[in-house]
């Protein structure tokens, strides 16, 4: 995530972190902070969100 979105990468990880309640929900998280393309869509993809 860092390489596609820099150092608010550990911001958004943080703030994710400390709203989530489940893995599910912290990648689900991560995912809308995301620009749509070929990552945002192989995060989802690679855990199952």
Same mark, same amino acid.
């Given at each position: 995530m860092a390489k596609h979105m820099g150092p *608010? /990468?550990?911001v958004i990880v943080k703030k994710a972190a400390a709203k989530s !309640? !489940?893995? /599910? @929900?912290? *990648?689900s998280l991560l995912a809308q902070e995301m620009p749509d393309?070929? @990552?945002r869509t192989q995060l989802i993809t690679e855990f199952h969100v």
């Open positions: *608010i /990468a550990k !309640s !489940s893995p /599910a @929900q912290f *990648i393309g070929p @990552q």
